[in-house]
């Protein structure tokens, strides 16, 4: 099974607008870490927000917001007040308890419109 | 700079030839990771250092890749007889061991193209 699912691939958000990227896990750990990486079309991969299993708050950072639901094993990111420059790709990852590696879904390719 | 930086960014080899690449990761960070990444996929976990220390290597790296982390500080991925397969981004991130978070800084990547 996938560790990480991000079922769309491609999204358009007006800007200004606020979107949701979805992203579902899949784990049997209890302690895990989630998080979201914007990825340009120079290639950098940029960390945007984290979400600890054990955390009671949704994470926020400026303009992101992450909405965990851990019964349903989701980790949406928001984007508030879109901007052109979000155009990117996000991706959601995973890392399992104390592991050492990221477990990466596929990607939601994000085009805001003027 | 000083963010996690690759070089070279772009490679185009012919099949069957050698290439290498190297990251040099932010100065005060002991974790060192290689991920592939193939067009319209996610990142796919390769190797993770620990200083100089390979801790981990993933079924990926087939015995025609190898790593190396000689003094703890920059790293060097090798392909060795390179296959058309093997062309994809290959992206080096680190990481410090105290992070709370333990979030990824990720180099621009290298492009390798195999002809």
């Known amino acids: 099974a996938q560790k990480i699912t991000q079922t769309q691939p491609g999204m358009f958000v007006q800007e200004k607008e606020a979107v949701t990227l979805d992203c579902t896990y899949d784990?049997?750990?209890?302690?895990?870490?989630l998080f979201w990486y914007k990825q340009p079309s120079s290639g950098e991969m940029i960390f945007l927000i984290y979400q600890g299993s054990y955390d009671q708050q949704n994470a926020t950072e400026g303009r992101y917001s992450l909405n965990f639901q851990k019964a349903r094993k989701s980790a949406n990111l928001v984007i508030s007040a879109s901007q052109l420059g979000d155009s990117a790709m996000y991706f959601c990852?995973?890392?399992?308890?104390?592991?050492?590696?990221?477990?990466f879904g596929t990607g939601t390719s994000l085009t805001v419109i003027p | 700079d000083t963010g996690v930086s690759q070089d070279p960014r772009h490679k185009i080899t012919k099949r069957g030839q050698n290439v290498t690449f190297r990251c040099d990761p932010i100065?005060?960070?002991?974790?060192l990771y290689w991920y592939r990444q193939t067009l319209g996929q996610g990142p796919e976990f390769l190797t993770y250092?620990?200083?100089?220390?390979?801790?981990?290597k993933s079924r990926l790296l087939s015995d025609r890749f190898s790593a190396e982390r000689p003094k703890g500080s920059f790293s060097t991925l090798e392909i060795q007889r390179t296959e058309q397969g093997d062309s994809a981004m290959y992206l080096c991130?680190?990481?410090?061991?105290?992070?709370?978070?333990?979030?990824?800084?990720f180099g621009e990547g290298s492009r390798l193209t195999v002809l």
């Open positions: 991130a680190s990481s410090p061991s105290a992070a709370n978070t333990g979030e990824l800084f």
């Open positions: 784990t049997s750990d209890p302690s895990y870490g």
């Open positions: 250092f620990q200083n100089e220390a390979q801790l981990e």
């Open positions: 100065s005060e960070h002991n974790r």
């Open positions: 990852a995973m890392r399992e308890g104390t592991g050492n590696q990221f477990y």
